[in-house]
């Protein structure tokens, strides 16, 4: 199996992606759903079960969205030799990077991160004043974070079905897919 991450600072449009490939007939995988993360106190490493909302202020320093290794090992055994996408970010993906054959970074300008924000509809994060503060930290930062890493970088500005095509193509462009055994 090829197992793609494609990650980005918050909206730059993952989980728009993820359906987009979904309808294309790929299986592609929300990391927002279905087990993959969950909020966890950075010092105790305990599960925050019902995060409050809107966050009081600081709470984004104390609190982390974490990837579950266990979940992710679980899709590698789940999607057999297809190509899976997993969509979405979490502050430790350094502990899964490993089962991932590609990492692709989806990257938007400053501007279009703010309009996609104040008017997503999907999920509220970003509309509240700390978590836009955050994201508008990290936007600059993401795609020399990724490049160093050797991610496939993609403009995800442009319209959702160039995103997903840019991101099947650097499937495509891959040399050597890893397989499962």
Excluded at 26 to 36: I, K, M, S
Excluded at 59 to 71: E, F, M
Excluded at 74 to 87: K, N, W
Aim: glycine share 8%.
């Amino acid at each position: 199996m090829t197992l793609v991450w494609v990650t980005g600072n918050s909206g730059t449009g993952k989980s728009t992606v993820c359906e987009v490939l979904r309808a294309r007939g790929c299986t592609a995988l929300d990391a927002d759903e279905d087990g993959f993360c969950r909020w966890i106190d950075r010092y105790t490493g305990e599960v925050v079960v019902d995060p409050p909302y809107p966050v009081p202020r600081g709470w984004l320093d104390r609190y982390g969205w974490s990837i579950v290794r266990a979940r992710v090992e679980r899709l590698v055994d789940e999607c057999g030799p297809r190509v899976a996408f997993l969509c979405g970010s979490a502050e430790n993906e350094t502990d899964v990077r490993d089962l991932f054959d590609l990492i692709v970074c989806l990257v938007i300008d400053e501007d279009t991160l703010r309009h996609r924000l104040a008017t997503r509809t999907t999920n509220p994060f970003g509309q509240h004043p700390e978590e836009l503060a955050a994201a508008l930290m990290w936007n600059p930062r993401m795609q020399a974070l990724y490049e160093s890493h050797g991610a496939a970088i993609i403009d995800a500005s442009k319209p959702v079905p160039e995103v997903a095509d840019s991101i099947i193509d650097a499937v495509h462009g891959m040399a050597g897919p890893r397989t499962s055994s």
